[in-house]
């Protein structure tokens, strides 16, 4: 079977606040062929990690790529690294995601009123512009 997993099941994975639910989210997704999971999907997890169950940046990252590491798990790279990117540097991991497909689509330019998330995307090289 060929799999797109919903916020909620990445989550039982990692926070195991339901062993039972966890069982079953790890049962399924070794027994699938292939798993799709949306770039959305990665963007909502690392907000509840960080919102609702006050999990450090450096884990979110860590549990992504625990995810990304497993053998049938498909997803956009490319803009997984860029969030996972910002995460590394203290940021949003949706703001990397942002930027990047932003810059896919054929922006050349990052433009936020967050002075953080401009200075991290400038300090990774991009081209960025904080409105007041």
Same mark, same amino acid.
């Given at each position: 079977?060929?799999?797109?997993?919903?916020?909620? +099941?990445?989550? &039982?994975?990692? *926070?195991?606040?339901?062993? =039972?639910?966890?069982?079953?989210?790890? %049962?399924?997704?070794?027994?699938?062929?292939?798993?799709?999971?949306?770039?959305?999907?990665?963007?909502?997890?690392?907000?509840?990690?960080?919102?609702?169950?006050?999990?450090?940046?450096?884990?979110?990252?860590?549990?992504?790529?625990?995810?990304?590491?497993?053998?049938?798990? +498909?997803?956009? &790279?490319?803009? *997984?690294?860029?969030?996972? =990117?910002?995460?590394?540097?203290?940021? %949003?991991?949706?703001?990397?995601?942002?930027?990047?497909?932003?810059?896919?689509?054929?922006?050349?330019?990052?433009?936020?009123?967050?002075?953080?998330?401009?200075?991290?995307?400038?300090?990774?090289?991009?081209?960025?512009?904080?409105?007041?």
């Amino acid at each position: 079977m060929k799999i797109s997993l919903d916020t909620n +099941v990445l989550l &039982r994975l990692i *926070v195991g606040d339901d062993q =039972a639910q966890q069982r079953t989210a790890t %049962d399924t997704l070794q027994n699938a062929e292939l798993v799709a999971i949306s770039v959305h999907a990665f963007c909502e997890f690392a907000w509840v990690l960080n919102r609702s169950y006050q999990v450090a940046k450096p884990d979110i990252a860590t549990a992504i790529r625990r995810i990304l590491d497993t053998r049938n798990v +498909v997803t956009n &790279r490319p803009a *997984v690294e860029t969030g996972l =990117a910002m995460l590394d540097a203290g940021g %949003d991991f949706a703001d990397g995601v942002i930027a990047y497909e932003g810059q896919w689509l054929g922006a050349d330019t990052f433009v936020s009123f967050d002075k953080k998330a401009t200075k991290l995307m400038k300090e990774q090289g991009a081209t960025t512009l904080l409105l007041k």
